[in-house]
């Protein structure tokens, strides 16, 4: 390269520096999509934004062909990106891929579904209705309602809002819901993934329950964008799934002797396949196909199984070339916690904790330990979280969780108990414990809500109510006897 192409060559990777001081920007390609710049040095090196793909090189070599030709047989990343770098095109066009970029390529959706706050945490004492109100919550989300409306329904113990459960029961048939309850052996191999014992005696990584509805999350935000190409689990399950859960093999031909192989079985990590001669024992890696696919070249396979993931890639391809693409609806999806102060925050989520924060989805990703997979937090995603009060103060529970989770208090209604003498009796006893302990141990609602006539709440006082206090007023003899004569 001459004096003149070199000083333009350094000009374009002084440019490249300044353009990689925010890390993530769109440029739009002449098919329309946005990728990011994500590594610098001599090359260039990109990522589709919309893909799931490992990035793209643009090599010196290219960038120098570029400059001194300015035209040539070129993948269509590589005259965009260079436009902007070389001048030709504003950096003012530049977009930066955070939240904003979202609304606007999928307006509709930000402006209604996507409440801004993802990780909420509704506590109080036993019987406040904390389970009852992570439904309202939820349902409250799906409607599209205001989110300053959503959070003083739910802190009120508001029930004047009319409360359709069956838009919950769509969510849980949809599988875009799922409930956990931590407890102090709970951990990080339950939620995100580890090793599990099965029954023939081996062991085998295995997903956990957070991890799995991430995906399904990632997979609808993927698929609601305005993309026109089949993503890779789409043509997988295409060419595979229906055959497999009907107990019958793909067969897969091979280029050599018209020889072939037959698929068994599947999972997300890994393809089992029979040889021609019965031989079961072999597999093919889902992450190393995944690859082929985006990249739309043969990778080095090692191994000798080249011959057996070339033919399985022209098939996902020939189904990504035939099938419709329709875009769907994004959709939310929703991982309630009980008792999360229950649980070891630190050991259950591990190097995720920071992930689950509202300006990390979509954007920042981690190495998972096990698995090695990179891994993020989608903004589809909503972290639902209850907490008992009465177990553990909130002063002292886990700094990192306080920071990342918006807190309701749940405060006992008054006005959700008919009976009068249970409204009375409630309202007393409150008053007692909150002057001799503290209003974190008030009596819930749901204990009176159902009082009829005094059978009931003579049944409750005894039965629910009484052994609620002995606990409360442990070793203050003097407060308890206070609480018994009121309870009467």
Same mark, same amino acid.
């Given at each position: ?156 113990? +508001? ?294 006539? +005094? ?34």
């Amino acid at each position: 390269m001459d004096k003149e192409l070199e000083k333009s060559y350094d000009e374009i990777k002084n440019k490249l520096y300044k353009l990689t001081d925010k890390k993530y920007h769109v440029l739009k390609t002449v098919e329309n999509k946005p990728f990011k710049i994500i590594q610098h040095n001599d090359n260039i090196r990109v990522y589709p934004f919309t893909e799931k793909s490992t990035p793209m090189t643009i090599s010196k070599n290219e960038i120098e062909k570029y400059l001194e030709e300015g035209e040539g047989n070129y993948n269509s990343y590589t005259p965009i990106i260079l436009e902007y770098l070389e001048g030709k095109k504003s950096f003012d066009d530049i977009e930066v891929v955070n939240n904003e970029y979202k609304i606007e390529k999928n307006e509709v959706f930000q402006k209604s579904k996507n409440m801004k706050t993802k990780n909420i945490m509704l506590y109080g004492a036993p019987g406040v209705g904390k389970t009852h109100n992570y439904k309202r919550l939820i349902t409250m989300i799906e409607n599209i309602e205001n989110e300053k409306t959503i959070f003083d329904t739910i802190s009120k113990n +508001d029930t004047t809002n009319n409360f359709d459960n069956s838009i919950f029961e769509t969510i849980k048939n949809e599988k875009r819901i799922e409930f956990v309850t931590f407890h102090q052996s709970y951990s990080y191999e339950d939620f995100i993934e580890g090793f599990r014992p099965q029954d023939n005696g081996n062991i085998k990584l295995e997903d956990g329950i957070f991890k799995i509805l991430c995906d399904e999350a990632k997979i609808n935000l993927l698929k609601s964008f305005d993309n026109k190409e089949v993503l890779f689990i789409d043509a997988l399950n295409l060419l595979l799934k229906e055959k497999i859960e009907n107990q019958e093999n793909v067969k897969i031909h091979l280029k050599r002797n018209n020889s072939f192989y037959n698929i068994y079985d599947y999972n997300d990590k890994t393809i089992y396949f029979e040889k021609q001669n019965g031989d079961k024992s072999h597999t093919l890696a889902i992450k190393t196909l995944e690859k082929m696919y985006y990249e739309g070249i043969n990778i080095i396979v090692n191994g000798g199984l080249a011959p057996y993931y070339n033919p399985l890639l022209e098939e996902l391809l020939k189904l990504k070339n035939k099938t419709k693409v329709e875009k769907i609806e994004q959709k939310n999806f929703y991982i309630v916690i009980d008792e999360i102060n229950r649980g070891n925050i630190s050991k259950i989520f591990g190097e995720l904790i920071t992930l689950i924060e509202e300006d990390k989805r979509d954007i920042y990703e981690v190495t998972l330990p096990y698995s090695k997979e990179k891994f993020k937090i989608p903004s589809n995603l909503y972290i639902i979280a209850t907490m008992n009060s009465t177990d553990k103060s909130i002063a002292t529970i886990d700094i990192a969780l306080r920071r990342r989770f918006t807190f309701l208090k749940m405060k006992p209604n008054l006005d959700l108990v008919k009976n009068e003498k249970a409204k009375d009796l409630m309202k007393k006893l409150n008053d007692h414990i909150s002057n001799t302990i503290n209003e974190d141990y008030q009596l819930g609602h749901s204990y009176l809500m159902k009082i009829v006539d +005094d059978n009931d709440l003579e049944f409750v006082k005894e039965y629910k109510i009484k052994p609620l206090l002995e606990e409360y007023f442990y070793g203050d003899e003097k407060n308890f006897n206070e609480a018994i004569k009121i309870l009467g």
